[in-house]
Antibody, heavy 117, light 106 residues
Framework: EVQLVESGGGLVQPGRSLRLSCTASGFTFGDYTITWLRQAPGKGLEWVGFIRNKRDGGTPEYAASVKGRFTVSRDDSKSIAYLQMNSLKTEDTAVYYC????????WGQGTLVTVSS | DIQMTQSPSTLSASVGDRVTITCRASQSISGWLAWYQQKPGKAPKLLIYKASSLDSGVPSRFSGSGSGTQFTLTISSLQPDDFATYYCQQYKTYWTFGQGTKVEIK
């Protein structure tokens, strides 16, 4: 079964850092781009960024709202992608999801990040 | 950036109704469009990708159409399990989502 599982969420103070993990199973992880998205409480879906597969350069792209603060990376040997979040703001509070690309897109169940003092 | 505009924002319908949701892109995205269903507290569920390709296991009452800038999601006969929020998503250039359409019980 193709599966993605996010972990690492929790309560963090503004200005601090947190690293999320996205652990994949059931498919060849290295063949796919991994995309991160988020959904603030009661709001819509927002693209955060992605990291391309090695064949396409392995390079990342970021939304303007997180550029310079968030970093996506991947370890194909472990089938894990990471989202390093620095200088967190209260507006970063959301459920964070990872997905694989290209379609059909498979989503994880999400992990909640709460940024609050 | 490509903007996605969904309509309506809310839709009240009854079981058995035919339901249509529209999504418009601010520029041509060819057929690089997906539709999702989301229920409270759950991850979005992929229904359709490439504008009209039904994901595995999705009931055939769901269908998608369109290309360029205008797209529709149609539910041919609304079922009790279909009351949820629906999102369109373009993936031609990065990803952008519509604001969502909540399908409510009439």
């Amino acid at each position: 079964e193709v599966q993605l599982v996010e972990s690492g969420g929790g309560l963090v103070q503004p200005g601090r850092s947190l690293r999320l993990s996205c652990t994949a199973s059931g498919f060849t992880f290295g063949d796919y781009t991994i995309t991160w998205l988020r959904q603030a409480p009661g709001k819509g879906l927002e693209w955060v960024g992605f990291i391309r597969n090695k064949r396409d350069g392995g390079t990342p792209e970021y939304a303007a709202s997180v550029k310079g603060r968030f970093t996506v990376s991947r370890d194909d040997s472990k089938s894990i992608a990471y989202l390093q979040m620095n200088s967190l703001k209260t507006e970063d509070t959301a459920v964070y999801y990872c997905t694989r690309d290209p379609p059909p897109f498979v989503w994880g169940q999400g992990t909640l990040v709460t940024v609050s003092s | 950036d490509i903007q996605m505009t969904q309509s309506p924002s809310t839709l009240s319908a009854s079981v058995g109704d035919r339901v249509t949701i529209t999504c418009r892109a601010s520029q041509s995205i060819s057929g690089w469009l997906a539709w999702y269903q989301q229920k409270p507290g759950k991850a979005p569920k992929l229904l359709i990708y490439k504008a009209s390709s039904l994901d595995s296991g999705v009931p055939s009452r769901f269908s998608g159409s369109g290309s360029g800038t205008q797209f529709t999601l149609t539910i041919s006969s609304l079922q009790p399990d279909d009351f949820a929020t629906y999102y369109c998503q373009q993936y031609k250039t990065y990803w952008t989502f519509g604001q969502g359409t909540k399908v409510e019980i009439k």
